[in-house]
């Protein structure tokens, strides 16, 4: 028997999201319409090495709460910013401070889910035009060290205010730390970097000295979580804050970011999530160089988060086993499992090519590259009138540069980007931190999509596309498009043949995702003309 999936009427049903027509649930949807925000609470103060001369400096960060909450012990999300570990502007970026659009969008959504969250800044400097590689690496890693020493130092602030005075009203078991660009680094490095031999593999020894010596010394920096007072040469180096309180958290996720060695990933770590454009030109997808983009000077080698992913879900580290023992049936998942070669906590983005070069006033022609960051926007006449910009390049010519990596730059577009990073974190998030609405398998092996036996024609296909089960009935269809968003959906099926119509669909590639009485879940590729 076969049956026809008409066309979606409004627009206001095709937005809907992929977990399908459920009531709301806290932690995984918007539950709440308004956010309270607390800007520039100081969290610490540390020695910084940004004017070149050690100084203590506080350091701040913006709490999102949700307006009219009355849980009493709430979730911690912390997130990091991007910005290459030098500020913004300074660093030749429109970003690089807890207040980037995508930060705020982030926290503002998460707090909407009904977490309380950071949107966190952290020491920086460090020396990337050195024409010494030893000093860009030793001063690149220093400053990463710093920036995990800062992020505990955060978790740690909440721990004592749950102890004190219990202003934000924290559950300090269930706290999830994450980054956007370089904030990724220090994400990635927080959940892994935590034994000596770590900071001593060859990598990372100065290697002009004899012997050789680490770029990162705990004794002068301070010890992995910040809690021990250090100096160097009568100089201050380090300043414990909360140090009575425990750093541990529950998960790390990471846009965009690397890790500094897959070595550092052991048995017994927290989950990890990463998204990352394959792409990248900022930081390797698999393992390779960190340059340097203003000189293509070679800084380190990193590992990007497929080889991340690839490691953290080996049989003998398994640290995301609560994702291997969860059920995600969301359309975000969907689609990262028909890229991810079945590295769960992965998520792929795939971006269009670069296009022709343009001109920026005063400069030759310049290529577009490569897009690493396609969720940030930014204000570009802002930009472009800030003081700061490097070199003395005038800011216009800046404003123009900035879009090479990010030519359609837009809020729409950042914020599309964040739909899906938002919907493949959120249910792991909730899985990682046991919060209610993590759905375990119930066969405790992750569902396989059973593709041998359905056959999905023609394919391509212009007005309409036939999938024929064998050995089984179907019983629901959904189609979303490469963001994650369903566009096409049917249930209560019972059928054996199904036919869907794809009339008002743009041209390009969807997933289909085909659900079987046997609870056999199968994945096609579609392709639309």
Known sequence: MRKKLQLVASLGLLACSAMGFAQSARYLDEVFTNVTVTSNVIYGNNISVLTGTPTAADITMDVYQPTGDTETARPLVIVLHTGSFLPAVMNGQPTGKKTDSAVVEMCMRFAKKGYVAVAADYRLGWNPIS???????????????RAIQDAKNCVRYFKNDKATVNTYKIDTAKIAVGGLGSGGYIALAYASLNQASE?????????????????????VYGNFDGTDSTAYMGVTMNKPNYASYSSEIQMVFNIGGAIGDTTWINAGEVPVVSLQCVNDPNAPYTTGAVIVPSTMEFVVEASGSYDVIRVVNKTAINNNAIFNNSLFTDGYTTIANMHNDGYEGLYPFFTPAPGAAFSCTGLNQNAQTEQGAPWDWWDSTAYANSPGHPNSIPGSVMACLAKTGNPNMSAAKGRAYIDTIQGYVAPRMVCALGLPGCTPDPSGIKEKANAANVIAFPNPATDAVHFSSKGSNIQSVELFDLTGRMVKKAAGLNVTEYTVELKGLTAGVYVAKIKSDKGAVATKRVVVK
């Open 131 to 145: 024409g010494d590689q030893d000093v860009r690496t030793s001063t690149l890693l220093q400053a990463v060290y």
């Open 199 to 219: 900071l001593t593999l060859g990598k990372f020894l100065n290697n002009s000295t004899t012997p050789p010596t680490p770029y990162v010394v705990p004794s």
